[in-house]
C-alpha cells in the first residue's frame, strides 16, 4: 500500500485572470488545462503544471465569479510548496522583487525557502531541493529552464487530530515521520515519501492551541490529492482506509484522472487520484490549455456554459 507523493492541490481563486497571469508568467508554470468544475460548471477549473502537468507538478483553481474570500483554518492545507533547483533562490527573489511580490527568506531548516503569498493570500514557498530529472519544466522567455519550477515539494495541514491524520499518511500511503518539534503554541511533524524520487513528497502537520476551523473561499485550499498507479492500485488504498474506519465516494471519472475522494480524521479532503490517463487525453501537448474543454455529459451545454462563465 502506498502513494509515491502528492498528484495535484486543488484550491479558489478569487479572480481567474490575476491567478493566470500569477501563475504563468511570474511563477512560469504552463496552463496545462482550461476547463469547468465537473460537479459545478458555472466556475472555471484552470489547471497549471509542468510541460505536460506531470503528477506532483499541478496546482489546480476552481474560480467563480464573486467568489468570496476565504478565511484558512483547521481541517485544510494551508501551503502550496513548489519546488526550485538548489542555487536558484536568488533568481527568484530578484525575480519577486522585480514583480513587487513581497517575501521572506527562511533558512531555519537548512535549506534556503522563499516564502510568499499568491495574489488571494494562499502562501506559497519555493523550495531548494536536489529535485533531479523528474518533471519536464515549462520554460518561458524570461525563466530559463536551469531555473524553472520543477513541480511540488509538499504542503502544510492545520489538523486537530495529529496521530489520527498521521496514520493515513503512513499506514495507507506508505509514508514516514520525518521529524517533530514542540514550538510555542504549536506542535509540528514532518512526513516525506521514503526515497522521495518524485514531485511532492513531504508533508507538514501543524496542531496549534488557537487556531480555529476554516472557512472555504477564494484564498484557501479545497483539497489535496495524492497519485496512485491504477484503479487495482487506487482500490487497494480504499480498501486500506476502510480498515481505518474511512469511507470514500465512489470513483469517479475526472477525464485526466480517475479520484476517490475522503476526509481525513482532521477534516482534510483528500483525493486519490490515478497517475493516466494524463492532459493529453483531449488534445495534443502543443496546445495544452489553449481551447475550452469539457467532459462528455457537458459538451451539450457548451453554449450556455460559456455565458455562464463569461457573465453574460
Ligand atoms: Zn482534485
Do not use: C
Not at 204 to 214: A, H, I, Q
Not at 284 to 296: C, F, N, Y
Request: no cysteine; aromatic share 8%; charged share 20%.
Amino acid at each position: 500500500m502506498l502513494s509515491p507523493g502528492l498528484h495535484h492541490i486543488t484550491a479558489f481563486s478569487g479572480d481567474i485572470r490575476r491567478t493566470h497571469d500569477f501563475y504563468t508568467r511570474v511563477l512560469g508554470l504552463r496552463l496545462v488545462k482550461r476547463t469547468v468544475n465537473f460537479d459545478d460548471p458555472t466556475s472555471w477549473h484552470l489547471y497549471f503544471g509542468d510541460e505536460t502537468g506531470s503528477p506532483g507538478t499541478v496546482l489546480t483553481f476552481f474560480a467563480s465569479e464573486g467568489e468570496a474570500q476565504g478565511v484558512p483554518g483547521v481541517g485544510e492545507a494551508v501551503t502550496v510548496s513548489f519546488a526550485i533547483p538548489l542555487h536558484s533562490a536568488l533568481f527568484w527573489t530578484e525575480r519577486m522583487a522585480d514583480e513587487g511580490v513581497s517575501f521572506a527568506l527562511d533558512q531555519s531548516g537548512g535549506g534556503t525557502v522563499i516564502v510568499l503569498h499568491d495574489p488571494d493570500g494562499i502562501g506559497l514557498e519555493l523550495v531548494e531541493e536536489r529535485t533531479g530529472g523528474a518533471t519536464a519544466p515549462h520554460t518561458s522567455a524570461d525563466i530559463p529552464t536551469e531555473w524553472a519550477i520543477r513541480g511540488l515539494s509538499g504542503t502544510t495541514l492545520l489538523v486537530d487530530d495529529l496521530d489520527a491524520t498521521a496514520r493515513v499518511l503512513t499506514d495507507v500511503f506508505g509514508w514516514r515521520e520525518t521529524g517533530r518539534a514542540e514550538l510555542p503554541g504549536y506542535m509540528r511533524r514532518r512526513y516525506a515519501m521514503p526515497g522521495n524520487k518524485v514531485p511532492g513528497a513531504r508533508i507538514e502537520l501543524l496542531k496549534g492551541e488557537d487556531l480555529t476551523p476554516g472557512t472555504p473561499g477564494a484564498g484557501s485550499i479545497h483539497h489535496v490529492a495524492f497519485r496512485t498507479t491504477d484503479d487495482v492500485a487506487q482500490a487497494e488504498l480504499v480498501a486500506a482506509l476502510i480498515k481505518l474506519g474511512i469511507e470514500t465516494t465512489p470513483q469517479l471519472d475526472r477525464t485526466y484522472f480517475r479520484s476517490v475522494y475522503f476526509r481525513e480524521p482532521s477534516g482534510v479532503l483528500f483525493e486519490i487520484a490515478t497517475d493516466g490517463p494524463g492532459f493529453s487525453v483531449d488534445e495534443p501537448v502543443e496546445t495544452l490549455g489553449d481551447d475550452l474543454k469539457l467532459p462528455a455529459q457537458l459538451e451539450p451545454r457548451r453554449q450556455e456554459i460559456i455565458s455562464a462563465l463569461l457573465g453574460m
